[in-house]
């Protein structure tokens, strides 16, 4: 095995078995607000409130002599730890903006939990979001339409018929951690993702109405988080699919999120969820809905944000901008979310693996585990999902010879016949698409 491929895995395992993300050693880790310090990011990881706590004394100078209770809401906002409050064992990747993922043990659940769903901010929350305030929100459909729209939450609801699906949502970024040599971004491990289920309308009925004409080719979306800068003039992300992909029925525009209103960290009051795409389409907050007549160069649709090199290249490449394209469908991938990594189990004995498996053209065929480093696979169960796009569910037994360390290797086969590589695929220079198999660790006793 190459130098590279070795330490590509030690350090897959080494982050499964903390459940906590990468040892900082690959990625370069700028742009989260937490900077590259080994000691402050090692604070972050221990997450949990008393981590908040260690976040706020590294913030606020002289917090100690702050009643206990009084941060102001807008330091509370950058510290997370107001809107953290309900969210459980969540690793903390950023304060500002607020990012954070899920181990994969905490992921087990067929439908996703508020708690154990992953947040992804490129800005700040909006205040009315906090405030769960959504009087007078409008959704504008204008752009290449025949009739633009100027709908309310209510007339959504009335006047469209209402769906609800579970669909996965998954950072484009999920697994850049694992990428050599490293990416700048959020140093996302395997817990960018999770399905929730979703209630609204389709994006596609609406669009109906709106009548679209012949001249459209791409969504553009717009919501009101605010900049990190606190520029009122600046978007924060403004991202879009080509219109087909919009005009699919799987696509939503939600106004809940389990069956509750959609929580101020993930879009309130209304977001899209467009299922198969990097997460960063499925735009929150939203207000605004531009069909345009060419492909969208709304803020982080440009450069290098969420796009790929046009074609194949080195592992540190530097890919000159005009080859870049914007990333599109997302590749099959699986979880191992029971057991735990580095659980103790009976040698000789029959012990069970599950999991759950997605991928971003809507079907997973086939599911495998290995307990032998990828030499041998043995097929796993496999759920059909609740409906398209819901991840599915797969369970394996697992019968480990003698006593000692073993890796579980999960591997996801979709619809095409395509599986999942035992190490990270196509490098590209912003760490996107890593749909590496997930490993777990597991002791035979
Ligand atoms: N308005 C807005 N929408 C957004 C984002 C954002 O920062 N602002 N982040 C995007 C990205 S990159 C992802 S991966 C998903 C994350 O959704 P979640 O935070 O609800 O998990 O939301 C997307 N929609
Ligand atoms: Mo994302």
């Known amino acids: 095995m190459s130098d590279q491929a070795d330490r590509e895995q030690n350090e897959g395992i080494k982050a499964v078995e903390s459940g906590a993300g990468d040892t900082g050693a690959t990625g370069t880790g700028t742009g989260t607000g937490t900077g590259t310090d080994p000691a402050r990011r090692a604070f972050l990881r221990s997450t949990g409130a008393s981590a908040f706590g260690a976040m706020l004394g590294m913030t606020i100078p002289f917090q100690r002599n702050l009643p206990a209770g009084l941060i102001p809401v807008a330091l509370a906002q950058d510290t997370g730890q107001a809107m953290m409050a309900e969210k459980d064992g969540l690793i903390v990747l950023g304060d500002r903006p607020l990012n954070a993922e899920t181990p994969a043990h905490l992921l087990d659940d067929d439908i996703t939990p508020y708690e154990h769903m992953f947040i992804r901010m490129n800005g700040l929350v909006p205040q009315n ?51 050599n040599p490293g990416a700048s971004g959020n140093q996302w491990t395997t817990g960018a993702v999770g399905c929730p289920e979703w209630t609204g309308v389709r994006l596609a009925d609406v669009l109906a109405e709106a009548g679209v004409r012949d001249s459209a080719v791409y969504t553009a ?70 069909i345009r007549d060419q492909e969208h160069d709304g803020a982080k649709m440009t450069g290098y944000s969420y796009r790929l090199p046009a074609y194949p290249v080195a592992p540190g490449t530097e890919v000159p901008e005009s080859d870049m394209v914007v990333m599109t469908e997302m590749p099959v991938k699986s979880l191992v979310t029971f057991p735990r990594t580095g659980t103790e189990v009976a040698t000789g004995e029959a012990a069970e693996i599950r999991g759950h498996a997605w991928a971003g053209n809507g079907d997973v065929a086939a599911m495998h585990v290995s307990t032998d480093f990828g030499q041998t696979w043995q097929e796993a169960t496999l759920e059909p999902p609740p409906n398209r796009f819901a991840w599915q569910r797969w369970r394996a037994e697992v019968t480990l010879p003698e006593a000692g360390y073993y890796e579980v290797w999960a591997r996801a086969t979709d619809a095409n016949g395509v599986s999942q590589p035992a190490t990270t695929p196509g490098w590209n220079p912003r760490g996107y698409g890593n749909n590496m198999q997930h490993r777990i660790a597991l002791i035979a006793v």
């Open 129 to 179: 979001a906090l405030d769960s305030d959504a009087s007078g929100w409008m959704l504008t459909i204008d752009g290449e339409v025949d009739n633009p729209l100027e709908l309310s939450i209510d007339d959504l609801k009335s006047r469209f018929e209402t769906v609800t699906r579970a669909m996965v949502l998954e950072c484009g970024g999920n697994g850049r951690a694992f990428f």
């Open 221 to 290: 979306h717009y919501g009101n988080d605010v900049h990190l800068s606190g520029d009122p003039e600046k978007e924060v992300i403004s991202r879009g699919v080509p219109i087909d992909k919009a005009m699919q029925e799987d696509a939503l525009i939600a106004w809940a999120m389990n069956g509750a209103d959609i929580p101020a960290l993930h879009g309130f009051p209304l977001r899209l969820v467009i299922p198969g795409y990097p997460g960063s389409v499925s735009q929150k907050y939203l207000n605004r809905i531009t």
